[in-house]
Nanobody
Framework: QVQLAESGGGLVQAGGSLRLSCAAS????????MAWFRQAPGKEREGVSC????????EYGDSVKGRFTISKDNTKNTVYLQMNMLKPEDTAVYYC?????????????????WGQGTQVTVSS
């Protein structure tokens, strides 16, 4: 019982930064594990990062580790994805997702709620 809306995407040069936001509405936001996925044209949806509802632990895809940071502000019902040192291969539609659970797995099939996506384009 949560609705998600992403924002913050745009066009940025390689090496630049963007911060994506995912605003959630609904009850018990803090009980959801939150995740970010992305999908580029012609490619499968790829897990980017997730944050546990149980202990706040995080996971990152190998391609973004050390560059991206996920965080959650329960007082604002918002999850963020800080993206630094962006590369052209980061270009994709980025989706926010939520799961009523405590695990930190980046598997699209286990997430029950999805936002509409926000476009991130990184130029070379």
């Amino acid at each position: 019982q949560v609705q998600l809306a992403e924002s913050g995407g745009g066009l940025v040069q390689a090496g630049g930064s963007l911060r994506l936001s995912c605003a959630a509405s609904g009850r018990s936001f803090s009980s959801y594990t939150m995740a970010w996925f992305r999908q580029a044209p012609g490619k499968e949806r790829e897990g980017v990062s997730c944050i546990s509802s149980y202990d706040g632990s995080t996971e990152y895809g190998d391609s973004v580790k050390g560059r991206f940071t996920i965080s959650k502000d329960n007082t604002k019902n918002t999850v963020y994805l800080q993206m630094n040192m962006l590369k052209p291969e980061d270009t994709a539609v980025y989706y926010c997702a939520a799961d009523k659970g405590t695990i930190t797995l980046m598997l699209p099939g286990i997430y029950d709620h999805w936002g509409q996506g926000t476009q991130v384009t990184v130029s070379s």
